[in-house]
């Protein structure tokens, strides 16, 4: 462990004294540093980690499907100041029962005020001298509305017997389930012993202990570990009536029995992209890869769960097309779970880097070729992003402004621009020195918070080293503080969509379709042709696009929601029964919003178009789904 002592307010010097290894539990449990400047400081916790924070959760709960909630005891072992008194979690909806020390001994707790977005305060007093407790146990349920939660009713899965039930942490969400500091910058060991009814299997973003142990009244408890410190957020469970198949030595996929083979095939590639990833970076650090293919109303593309990704069942296209995906929630292994922002404001240190090495890994797995092109379709997303409006130029910068939500900041910006930032320092640096320098701050970080002025510190210690001319060429700061795009910036290789950019420009000028080229394409360069398509299309174009192409048939999400795409925002009125079944089947926010939006930028037709659908399909969104979707009707 790297700490730069000198920096530490004297809180954290005393917090810091109070973990030397004689005082660590027995277990010898990892306690992760706590950041203390400007930069790192999370405004969307109440947690005052200085004064008292929580180094390990252990939870025994049990899932209730018909009440949709979780319930029971988190234990929360604590460090605590020799001066403070109080220790503050977050919650947002929690009913607390009771909170005692390790004896039962009661201790005073105040849920305070909601605060819109970000829930209450729960204070607990621990009293003081020798009787200070040093161990909480919070006996509580979650609420039926938590947002971190969705219940699934039998129908809503892919075997329609059994209800199922998935959590997503990220970003401020775990505090609708689990009463602790929920902040990323505040890393936490864990346990976790979960009952749930048989036949329903338990998975969680820890390791499992032992089989699962058969309990009287038809219920089975799971229990799961996470040695390593992680970030609350990254705490997940799953529960449904799921398989596992075997993928290689150290991964595997969980599905419903009915997804589990398309699955199982999608996914041949993980071992090799676990070794490529491995290779660039330094050894996958956290025992096994597991993933588990959740149902379709999953909101987000993939969450990078330790040990066990969660990934949406839309990305099996039947070809691999799709699995940047997986190399993408792999490589939060390293960026975003080994080292993780400290506050949400620093979206770009873990889905940036994350993306830069999703494209690395891609390259090893798949080729220069398929590479090249992601990169493109990633640079246009950053240019559209500029090019967009100047109303959100805040939001262009890499650190997100003061205040944003960590659910409002702009992807392009932290996903395409982060990335982006990357390879610019590649392509500048090079190589053979960025490499060993990336994977050295994953060593020198690990398992620790980190900031965008870490990252910019370390490059400036251990890269530029004082190479003025160096410093200038990479303009550092006006990346990640500054907004629009740097002139440095690393531009794709035209020549990775030299065929479709030629195709797309005739089809602009003349409408003119060749098929079989189409059919040579990759997925990527499919995406690029109708992401270049002309805003306005007629009727008669859109039959021909899809005639020719088979655009409502195609078994590819990602094709089917452009086709979609472009259909509404034309008026078509065949794709509106496609849309309906698509929307109706599929709840990842990243289709689901935009073609709601599309609808409602096309009049009355529209607008009624949405509300009809809308009224079928909000039942069957996640909270996080739903919750953007009634913005844009105005619900
Ligand atoms: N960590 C994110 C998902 C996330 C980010 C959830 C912020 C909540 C708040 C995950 O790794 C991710 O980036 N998913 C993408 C994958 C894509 C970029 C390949 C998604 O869901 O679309
Ligand atoms: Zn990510």
């Known amino acids: 462990m790297r700490l730069h002592l000198s920096s530490l307010a004297p809180a954290f010097a005393l917090i810091l004294a109070a973990c030397s290894a004689e005082d660590l539990p027995p277990e010898e449990r990892i306690v992760a540093p706590i950041l203390t400047t400007e930069e790192a400081f999370d405004e969307f916790t109440f947690a005052r980690p200085q004064e008292a924070r ?41 009913q607390v029962a009771s909170v005692t020390d390790a004896d039962g001994a009661p201790l005073t707790f105040a849920m305070g005020e909601t605060v819109e977005g970000k829930g209450e305060p729960l204070t607990i007093q621990l009293g003081a001298g020798e009787a200070k407790a040093d161990k909480l146990i919070v006996t509580y349920t979650s609420a039926p509305e938590a947002e971190a939660l969705q219940w699934l009713a039998p129908e809503q899965t892919a075997g329609g017997q059994h209800p199922y039930v998935f959590s997503q942490g990220q970003s401020i969400n775990n505090r609708t389930w689990i009463p602790t500091q929920d902040s990323p910058g505040i890393r936490q060991t864990w346990d976790a012993r979960i009952t749930a009814p048989a036949p329903l299997d338990v998975v969680m973003s820890g390791i499992i202990r032992g089989e699962a142990e058969e ?61 490529a990833a491995a290779g660039l970076y330094g050894d996958y650090r956290w025992g096994r890869y597991d993933m588990i293919v959740l149902p379709p109303s999953f ?93 959100t130029l805040p939001l262009t910068a890499m650190r997100s402004p003061a205040g944003t939500s960590p659910f409002d900041t702009a992807s392009e910006a932290i996903y395409d621009k982060g990335a982006l930032f990357l390879h610019t320092l590649e392509s500048i640096i090079g190589r ?43 303009m550092l700061d006006e990346w990640v503080y500054g907004t629009g795009l740097p002139a440095n910036a690393a531009r794709p290789d035209p020549a990775a969509f030299a065929a479709v950019d030629a195709a797309a420009s005739a089809y602009a000028a003349d409408k003119s379709l060749d098929a079989a080229a189409w059919g ?53 009125e065949p794709a509106v029964p496609q849309a309906e079944e698509f929307l109706g089947r599929v709840g990842r926010n990243k289709f689901v919003a935009p073609l709601f939006k599309a609808l409602m930028g096309e009049g009355e037709w529209g607008r009624a178009n949405a509300r009809r659908i809308y009224a079928d399909t909000r039942g069957s969104y996640h909270s996080f789904t739903r919750g953007n979707v009634d913005e844009l009707l105005g619900t």
């Open 54 to 94: 929580v180094t390990h959760v252990a939870l025994d709960l049990a899932l209730d499907f018909d009440a949709k909630t979780i319930g029971g005891t988190a234990t929360l072992d604590v460090l605590s100041a020799p001066d403070a008194s109080e220790i503050v979690l977050d919650s947002n909806g929690l």
């Open 299 to 391: 909101p987000y593309g993939g969450m990078e769960n330790p040990v066990m990704t969660f990934l949406t069942p839309t990305f099996i296209a039947g070809d691999r097309s799709l699995t940047g995906l997986v190399a993408h929630e792999l490589a939060h292994s390293w960026s975003g779970n080994l080292v993780t922002y400290s506050s949400w404001r620093d979206g770009w240190l873990n889905e940036g880097v994350t993306s830069y090495i999703e494209n690395r890994i891609s390259e090893v797995v798949f080729g220069e070729t398929r590479a090249s092109q992601e990169r493109g379709l990633s640079f246009a997303a950053v240019e559209e992003m500029v090019a967009a409006n100047s109303a």
């Open 215 to 275: 309990l009287a009244n038809g219920q089975r408890a799971f229990e799961f570990t996470m040695e390593n410190p992680v970030a609350p957020y990254l705490i997940a469970i799953a529960a449904g009536n799921i398989d596992f198949a075997e993928l290689g030595p150290r991964s595997g996929v969980w599905a419903e029995p009915e997804t589990l083979e398309a699955a199982k095939a999608e996914l041949v590639d993980t071992e090799a992209m676990i070794d």
């Open 432 to 474: 053979e020195k960025f490499d060993p320098w990336l994977r050295g701050w994953f060593d020198n970080h690990a398992f620790q918070p980190a900031t965008s002025e870490m990252f910019l510190a370390d490059l400036r210690d251990n890269l530029i080293k004082g190479d003025t001319a160096l410093e200038e060429s990479l």
């Open 520 to 572: 040579e394409w990759s997925t990527a360069e499919r995406m690029r042709f109708l992401r270049t398509l002309p805003e306005a299309l007629s009727g008669s174009e859109l039959a021909a696009l899809d005639r020719t192409l088979g655009l409502s048939k195609t078994g590819n999400n990602e094709l089917r929601f452009l086709w979609l795409e472009a259909a509404l925002r034309n008026r078509y």
